[in-house]
């Protein structure tokens, strides 16, 4: 079976993420926002042109299957004559199960509810998206490409928790998140930077949501984020790594319940509450406030620390890639990471750093050992990718 166009959806718990590919090109991308209350559509073609930019109707934005009726009235508007072939997921959990993609069937999908509980907070809405894209799309594959995929390479001792392996074999694990980010940057070192793509490298995906992964040859050896993406680095809002104690102390001492510790640790931590200002990166880089200051020293920290231990785990370090949208665009922080790091034989060229990364660049000194450099990340490409191989296999 040929597959030439594939639309790739992303469904959040009120977001629908969309991007068109036809054969490795993408031609159309956009985004719902605001479903369930006031929801708005942008769309537009690969050169720019806006396709659709409006406030969604009551009845448009009441879920993801009224939602993804708009989307398919934005592709009639875009090419009338667009047949698509397949659609691509990403779906955020996998559990043990799925080291790869999969094609959709009721099995399938009835078995992928069942990791609901491991992802709530993203699971329920990828199969939403699958639902509202079999109604939409009838007849045609749609194709489950996991988030957690790309970590099943790691070994039991890089993986498990130190409790009684029941609960391993019950399912209770170290995941790990940005599978496509992370596959993605492996396999694009191939083509930017061959002489350490099959080398020991980690990669930083920071983003609002913000994880690390060493990968030798190609492969997931161990990654920052655990059984939840709660788990590594601060990030936007969460609050990364911390001492399990700290929440039976919530519970205990601070009267919380589960529900608000977990409120706690997912939206009102990392850097929201480490600055009180903002989650946003660039509010706080452009911040005067101590707070603000103290907030970025504390997050390059924690990246610094993961580094050194994912190095260790690889005996070895031969690049580092910075990547997702701090990553790619945040000279300052790819700076205060880099700053110290001279021990492991990086050497930042300053000039090079200021760039942003529209595309694959280099930013390290050519007499640095190690090689760093900042690669944009493209999930919906990795997904569309998978999509192919298995409709055509």
């Given amino acids: 079976m040929t597959i030439e166009t594939i639309l790739v959806l992303n469904a959040g718990s009120s977001s629908i993420k969309f991007?068109?590919?036809?054969?490795?090109?993408?031609?159309?991308?956009?985004?719902?926002?605001?479903?369930?209350?006031s929801a708005w559509i942008k769309g537009k073609s690969a050169e720019g042109v806006t396709i659709m930019d409006r406030a969604l109707s009551e009845e448009e934005a009441q879920n993801h299957n009224t939602a993804l009726q708009v989307i398919l009235a934005l592709l009639k508007e875009f090419d009338p004559n667009l047949e698509v072939d397949a659609i691509g997921h990403r779906v955020v959990h996998g559990s043990s199960k799925y080291s790869a993609p999969v094609?959709?069937?009721?099995?399938?999908?009835a078995e992928l509810e069942t990791f609901n509980p491991l992802a709530p907070l993203h699971n329920p809405h990828n199969?939403?998206?699958?639902?509202?894209?079999?109604?939409?799309?009838?007849?045609?594959?749609?194709v489950a490409c996991f988030d957690t995929a790309f970590h099943r390479t790691q070994e039991f001792k890089n993986e498990a928790y130190a409790i009684p392996t029941k609960y391993y074999d019950e399912g209770i694990r170290r995941y790990g998140m940005h599978g496509q980010s992370?596959?993605?940057?492996?396999?694009?070192?191939?083509?930017?930077?061959?002489?350490?793509?099959?080398?020991?490298?980690?990669?930083?995906?920071l983003g609002n949501g913000a994880s690390m992964c060493a990968i030798?040859?190609?492969?997931?050896?161990?990654?920052?984020?655990?059984?939840?993406?709660?788990?590594?680095?601060?990030?936007?809002?969460?609050?990364g790594l911390i001492d399990p104690g700290v929440i039976f102390y919530l519970i205990e001492n601070k009267g919380m319940s589960a529900k608000e510790v977990a409120n706690l640790l997912n939206k009102e931590s990392g850097m929201k509450g480490l600055s009180g200002i903002s989650q946003d990166m660039r509010?706080?880089?452009?911040?005067?406030?101590?707070?603000?200051?103290?907030?970025?020293?504390?997050?390059?920290n924690r990246i610094k620390r993961e580094l050194g231990a994912l190095v260790a785990v690889m005996g070895g370090l031969d690049a580092i890639v910075f990547t997702g949208g701090i990553g790619e665009n945040s000279s300052q922080t790819r700076a205060g990471v880099c700053k110290g790091l001279e021990f492991l034989g990086v050497e930042?060229?300053?000039?090079?750093?200021?760039?942003?990364?529209?595309?694959?660049?280099?930013?390290?000194?050519?007499?640095?050992?190690?090689?760093?450099?900042?690669?944009?990340?493209?999930?919906?490409?990795?997904?569309?990718?998978?999509?192919?191989?298995?409709?055509?296999?």
């Fill in 127 to 142: 199969l939403a998206g699958i639902a509202g894209a079999k109604a939409a799309f009838p007849g045609k594959p749609n």
């Fill in 182 to 205: 992370f596959h993605y940057i492996a396999e694009e070192l191939h083509n930017v930077a061959p002489e350490v793509a099959n080398g020991k490298v980690v990669v930083a995906h």
């Fill in 348 to 393: 930042i060229d300053e000039e090079a750093n200021k760039a942003r990364a529209k595309e694959a660049i280099t930013i390290s000194k050519g007499s640095s050992k190690v090689k760093v450099m900042a690669i944009p990340t493209n999930e919906e490409a990795m997904i569309a990718r998978q999509t192919r191989a298995i409709c055509e296999a």
């Fill in 19 to 37: 991007q068109l590919f036809k054969g490795e090109e993408s031609v159309l991308s956009g985004q719902i926002d605001g479903l369930g209350a």
């Fill in 103 to 109: 094609l959709v069937t009721e099995e399938v999908a």
């Fill in 216 to 239: 030798e040859n190609g492969k997931s050896v161990t990654t920052t984020m655990g059984f939840t993406p709660v788990d590594g680095l601060a990030m936007g809002t969460r609050s």
């Fill in 283 to 300: 509010d706080l880089e452009n911040s005067d406030s101590p707070d603000a200051k103290r907030a970025l020293d504390y997050y390059d």
